[in-house]
């Protein structure tokens, strides 16, 4: 059974940190990127980052670029998200994401909530 589960979320204030792991087990994590997701209250889950499992290339949404910096480890099977200079607006639900055989699997979510 895939599993995703997300750990880290919590409260900060305007610029500070928060670093989020997504555990993943059920499946052969070597072989599959895995993404970071968010969804804000009243707005559509919007993609943040993804690292590949070929060569570990990532991507970034232009908001949280230079902000933000997505890593894995293929020996734990996780993908970690640290994010610094957290602003209001990066309040949301962060969702790790794997496309395993053309389907989505989802954690649970961590909430990340940011004060001005």
């Known amino acids: 059974e895939v599993q995703l589960v997300e750990s880290g979320g919590g409260?900060?204030?305007?610029?500070?940190?928060?670093?989020?792991?997504c555990a993943a087990s059920g499946f052969r994590f070597d072989d599959y990127a895995i993404g970071?997701?968010?969804?804000?209250?009243?707005?559509?889950?919007?993609g943040v980052s993804c690292i590949s499992n070929v060569d570990g290339s990532t991507y970034y949404a232009d908001s949280v670029k230079g902000r933000f910096t997505i890593s894995r480890d293929n020996a734990k099977n996780t993908v970690d998200l640290q994010m610094n200079s957290l602003k209001p607006e990066d309040?949301?639900?962060y969702y790790c994401n794997a496309n395993i055989q053309a389907y989505n699997?989802?954690?649970?979510?961590?909430?990340v909530t940011v004060s001005s």
């Open 11 to 21: 409260l900060v204030q305007a610029g500070g940190s928060l670093r989020l792991s």
């Open 36 to 46: 970071w997701f968010r969804q804000a209250p009243g707005k559509e889950r919007e």
């Open 91 to 93: 309040t949301a639900v």
């Open 105 to 111: 699997y989802w954690g649970q979510g961590t909430q």
